[in-house]
């Protein structure tokens, strides 16, 4: 049964940092792409970054380029969000999802995590 | 950019009845369209994928029709558990992979 399982979020201020991590269990990790996706209190999906299996692509929304790192561990079946100078607007329920092949195919969401809110606030 | 959009915003349905749902792509995305179910408070999951290929367990009453533009979701004949947000998503043209803002599905 795949299982992916967020953990690190929580209350930060504007301006600091925070790291996501989702562990993964029940598929071969290394071989799949994975994204993060967010939702903002009350609104929408949100597609956010994807990482290649082997980390050697990475892709971010223009809204957090250049301030959020995706990575992944094969190792240890693991993926990660860094997430720099946080704003209020990154305020949100951030869940990982596998992407049902490698990139640079074309594929869909096949699974979630349950999601790991954060809180952007003074 | 492709910009996907979702009507109704909102749509009021009796149990037992028939819901239809639609999606449009501001350029052709083939059939690289997926849908997405989100009960309150809960992580969203996949229903149909290609745009027309029921997920693993989804029940026969969901099906997805279209290509290139215009797509819909249709719930034959609602249950209880139905009634929630309904996402689409393009993985055509990518990155940005993009979503629908959602169709809110209500008992009528």
């Known amino acids: 049964e795949v299982q992916l399982l967020e953990s690190g979020g929580g209350l930060v201020q504007p301006g600091g940092s925070l790291r996501l991590s989702c562990a993964a269990s029940g598929f071969t990790f290394s071989i799949y792409a994975m994204t993060w996706v967010r939702q903002a209190p009350g609104k929408g999906l949100e597609w956010v970054s994807t990482?290649?299996?082997?980390?050697?692509?990475?892709y971010y929304a223009d809204s957090v380029k250049g301030r959020f790192t995706i990575s992944r561990d094969n190792s240890k079946n693991t993926l990660y969000l860094q997430m720099n100078s946080l704003t209020a607007e990154d305020t949100a329920v951030y869940y990982c999802?596998?992407?049902?092949?490698?990139?640079?195919?074309?594929?869909?969401?096949?699974?979630w995590g349950q999601g790991s809110l954060v809180t952007v606030s003074s | 950019e492709i910009v996907m959009t979702q009507s109704p915003a909102t749509l009021s349905v009796s149990p037992g009845e028939r819901a239809t749902l639609s999606c449009r792509a501001s350029q052709s995305v083939s059939s690289n369209l997926a849908w997405y179910q989100q009960n309150p408070g809960q992580a969203p999951r996949l229903l149909i994928y290609?745009?027309?290929t029921r997920a693993t367990g989804i029940p026969a009453r969901f099906s997805g029709s279209g290509s290139g533009t215009e797509f819909t979701l249709t719930i034959s004949s609602l249950q209880s558990e139905d009634f929630a947000v309904y996402y689409c998503?393009?993985?055509?043209?990518?990155?940005?992979?993009?979503f629908g803002q959602g169709t809110k599905v209500e008992i009528k």
């Open positions: 290609g745009a027309s």
């Open positions: 999802a596998k992407k049902r092949r490698e990139l640079p195919s074309s594929a869909h969401l096949d699974y």
């Open positions: 990482i290649s299996g082997s980390s050697s692509s990475t």
């Open positions: 998503q393009q993985y055509n043209n990518w990155p940005p992979w993009t």
